[in-house]
């Protein structure tokens, strides 16, 4: 009997043989599109398909050791394959999404031959002298995009691996250069390396700004910049959200509400967080408490105040807020 995950393997496959044969096909992928730091990473690979490569699929569903042995065994069997990338500079000079084409595009020259057809996974306007099928998840529809998927993901995670040896500070090897709560928190200590992409950093808060999102994030950089630990970021509930759930230098858990004015503005941050708020905020923390192992579990509510305008920010931290009904905070 065969296993979930060999089934799953061919039927990618079965879909690309409905799309032609071995030599004729192409399938492309990218990896890095959305880190705060380091290249974007394409590739591009030719497959034989008379039988499958078994474990083959959309990289995200494997795990990093996984890839690595199925990196080694493609690269092995593949008719053709070839890998571009586009650094850090050029994505700030040109956007992502035209870095992720210029990537896809160095990708299918280095590959040397020409297929007919490219399945490419969602991209589109590509300069490729093929018929080109976009298509969405398409690492996890096609054989020939789930092992360009796989390619392009290791890739780029060992020359984020290296760029850790470089830039120990901010432990590239744990997060390839994603937004994690460790990721900021040295990007508030230390500020960004030569290898952040600064139109990533600069739109993480202006595209935040106007959804509402940049306080948080200005939030979170403010408390881990004095070594607060951050556990949870918008954890939600049926009962409410809360915005930031850290830990204080004292080992203090904090429910963090964060709350983000324009400079001048008529009304405080504060006054968003009335009565009906705080009992969301306070039914959600009670459940998040009652889903950690200890028993004994000391807590407070704090709001931090964000005001912005053209110039910078400006973090007011207003530590125990508010209080559950009865003030006890030890449960």
């Not at 050791?65 to 890998?83: M, S």
């Not at 230390?190 to 939030?219: M, Q, T, V």
């Not at 004015?261 to 306070?282: F, W, Y």
Request: charged residues 25%; contains cysteine.
């Amino acid at each position: 009997m065969k296993s979930k995950n060999e089934a799953a393997t061919r039927n990618l496959l079965n879909f690309d043989l409905s799309h032609g044969e071995a030599g004729s096909l192409a399938g492309m992928d990218e990896a890095g599109r959305g880190p705060l730091a380091g290249p974007v990473v394409a590739a591009c690979v030719v497959m034989p398909m008379e039988e499958a490569i078994p474990g083959i699929n959309d990289s995200k569903k494997l795990t990093a050791k996984r890839r690595d042995v199925l990196y080694d065994e493609i690269i092995q069997k593949a008719l053709a394959w070839g890998v571009g990338i586009v650094d850090e500079k050029s994505i700030d000079q040109i956007n992502i999404l035209q870095a992720t084409k210029r990537a896809m595009e160095q990708a299918w020259q280095a590959m040397g031959v020409e297929p007919e057809t490219l399945l490419v996974d969602s991209v589109k306007g590509l300069r490729i002298s093929a018929q080109i099928l976009p298509m969405d998840k398409g690492d996890a529809t096609s054989y020939h995009i789930a092992a360009a998927s796989i390619v392009a993901k290791v890739t780029r995670d060992r020359l984020m691996q290296q760029y850790a040896l470089e830039y120990p500070e901010y432990h590239f090897e744990k997060h390839m250069g994603y937004g994690t709560a460790l990721h900021l928190q040295a990007l508030a200590e230390y500020g960004p390396c030569p290898i952040h992409r600064r139109s990533f950093l600069k739109n993480l808060k202006a595209d935040a700004a106007a959804a509402g999102k940049a306080g948080e994030d200005w939030a979170t950089l403010y408390l881990a910049a004095r070594g607060w630990g951050i556990e949870t970021l918008n954890y939600k509930t049926r009962e409410g959200e809360i915005d930031i759930i850290a830990r204080d230098p004292r080992g203090t858990v904090v429910f963090a509400e964060v709350k983000t004015r324009k400079q001048g503005g008529a009304s405080l941050p504060r006054e968003a967080v009335d009565a009906a708020k705080q009992g969301k905020i306070i039914r959600a923390a009670l459940q998040y408490i009652s889903e950690q192992p200890s028993a004994q579990i000391q807590y407070r509510f704090d709001v931090l105040e964000i005001f912005y305008d053209e110039k910078g920010h400006e973090v007011l931290h207003l530590r125990d807020a508010f209080r559950p009904e009865g003030g006890n905070y030890v449960v």
